[in-house]
């Protein structure tokens, strides 16, 4: 049992006993403290800190020797899990980001795997891998923001957006033509897809960004603009503003609060008139005080730039002398520490060419860093920002840094282990690319001796494309992450990747298995894949047939497969390929056009029968119970799924259910899965779309939902090329009413 959960468990049953036996729930609650020190979250920090250090050595090009370390930091933080007191410590964006940085295809992989493996939701993983790629280059622009279709709307990418934009830009003319197709394809996203709620500003930032790049002539730029405009404009009120319960009830009256922000801006200006007349006598002792009264945070930021103005040449030294020495109320320190740092950096950078100044320097900005450095970094999310301020500060040079780091090893022992990474990281950023693989593989040898992990092989790299990890979405769990990965590839293609993407992802079609962007362990939806993308296909070849017309062929091949006779992947195929021949001359024969027409359609209708109220699955158990070998749901998945098919087509009884079965048994293979605990089959925010009820086409599909369905689809696609035909039932009308095309229709995939 992992640390944190034998902890929680003893602890809880050291609560419950407590009331009955004192002396057991003593011995529990020893337990659990043995057991909760075991948890190391500061050992999960240091190991974000090290994939933080990685990331930042990352370029265009894969690096061999970084991905390597960066391999080394993702087993590290696999096998640290169950040492956590909660896995949100575990820094798993950080590990993303950093094999992005080194590899963009190995940080999809990665993305992809820890998704399957319930570790990372593969929202979040995209969006790390193209934060990452955005900054290094590792993705082409069209395919970093194409990718950013697979994150669900609601999550903010407008920021995500323009790097990659402004790389493309960089590379001048002879991508001109590349950035003006990606700038209408994504305008034309952002105002047409987009929820209102977020359009307004991808749209926005997008106007902005090719205003300030002299680009406004762009196309879609122009209606993004208008959108933007309008959304805005959309979002003002016509009503008059609620009424403040700070105003007076009659005219005229002041009310004890206004009367109160009358006495504070009163304190606040006689402060600031005190502080700028001592600022010019060179008075800097009362400067606490005054500095306490100035009011809010804005308030006393300008009362240190008005008393910094205000002080003659002569009196500069005092100034920061004041700044140093400044005597704040009990609890101001960590409130206001950060403006006083800001205040001494600017006076700096202002005076830096004077000469007292500059000999004042090394002396005071030690003192200054010993007095305020404390409440510096007492708040870990503001170190680091804190530490480059103190590093960078001007006329110091190098001695920035030694300063700092002195002043913080004579506190080490008052700082936590946050804060004391942000400082290594910072100190960091110095470093040269070996020295930071040096020091992040000298702390991972350390590490993996201490926990008894082996030294990690260098193995032959693995099969890795971005079209590999599209097919790995395609075959998700979930049909929503499906859509948005079929949005994704149409974005790459018509922006103008569509011969590398297609033909990466035909090559793909032709596996049973997702290569390393799934757990090997688990079974992979390949049947769904296959029917995703001949979904895009079949989309494609309206929009762009020229791109389609060269895998004429493959569409063909796969609507009159009887090898793989999937009705629903065979029904994509033919449309696709009947619309290619509408759409282009002499693509097929005139007998593959006749085949095509009649292929996976019931061979007309047999004569009339009674209509069969009894579920013919009612009898299961008593009739074929050991003849079944897959364990199938016969309440909600086979006696409604199943039923339409023994019901309507006239073949003998059980047909489709027996044939799946061999479609499970023979050829796919029942896998080790515990049925009950299948993950995939779960959601923990929505059970309604975890589960198969009376029939229905849920969202998410477990394992044992896949194999049912997908075996249904082959098994009628098998009694069809056997030259199945419709059930004449002696109720149906004379009208084109055709039953067989309504259930097909209600399996194929929207898109």
Known sequence: IPARERWTVLQNAADLVQHQDEEWAAQLYAEAVEAASDLDDDGARLLGALAAILESTGSAEPDEVGWLLARRVVRAVEHHTPYVSDEDHLPRKACVRAASALNAQAGLALAARWDDEDRFSLADGVLAVCVATGATGGLPPEEGISLLRMIPFGIEVTDDLVPHLDRLL?????????????????????????????????????AEWAEANGLRGLPGVDSAAETAAFLEALDRTDHQPPISPHLPAVSGERTPWQIEQDERERVATEAYEAAVTDARSGVFDRLGGQFSKAGYRSGRASLLTTVREATPRRYRTAYLNGLTELDLGPGEGTLWADDLLKAFAAALRAWERDVRVQAWA??????????????????????????????????????????????????????????????????????????????????????????????????????????????????????????????AARAMILNGNAEEVLLDLMAWSERTDAGPYRDTERVFYWQAALASLHALLLRLVHEVPDVVRPYADVLAKCALSTAFPHVQVRELARRAALALEEGALSVYDAETIEHLRKVNQPLGRSAEHERAIRNPYDAFWGESKDSVRFPFDYMDQVSHWYAWAERRLD???????????????????????????????????????ARVYKGSYPRLMGTREHLTLHAMFCAMGELLDGGAALRQDMYDSDDEYDDWAKWMEAYLPAF
């Open 170 to 206: 960089a590379e001048g003319d002879p991508a001109r033509s590349r950035l003006s197709r990606l700038v209408e394809n994504v305008t034309g996203w952002a105002i047409r897809d987009v929820p209102p709620r977020s359009r307004r500003h991808i749209a926005g930032r997008l």
């Open 362 to 487: 090394p002396a005071g900005v030690e003192a200054f860093a010993e007095r305020w450095l404390p409440w510096l970094i007492r708040r870990p999310w503001g170190v680091a920002e804190t530490v480059r301020t103190l590093f960078t500060l001007p006329g110091l040079g190098n001695r920035g840094a030694e300063i700092t780091i002195a002043a913080v090893a004579r506190r080490v022992g008052d700082l936590s282990a946050e804060t004391l990474l942000q400082v290594g990281r910072v100190l960091a950023e110095g470093f040269t690319r070996d020295e930071k693989q040096a020091l992040v593989g000298a702390v991972l040898d350390a590490w993996e001796e201490d926990v008894g992990l082996a030294p990690l092989s260098v193995e032959a790299e693995a099969d890795r494309t971005t079209g590999g990890f599209l097919w790995c979405a395609f075959g998700h769990h979930d049909r929503q992450i499906r859509w948005r990965a079929m949005h």
């Open 651 to 689: 073949v003998p009884a059980m047909s489709v259910l027996m044939k799946a079965d061999t479609w499970i048994c023979n050829h796919w293979g029942i896998p080790d899965v515990d049925w009950r605990s299948d993950s995939r089959s779960r959601d923990p925010y929505d059970r309604r779309d």
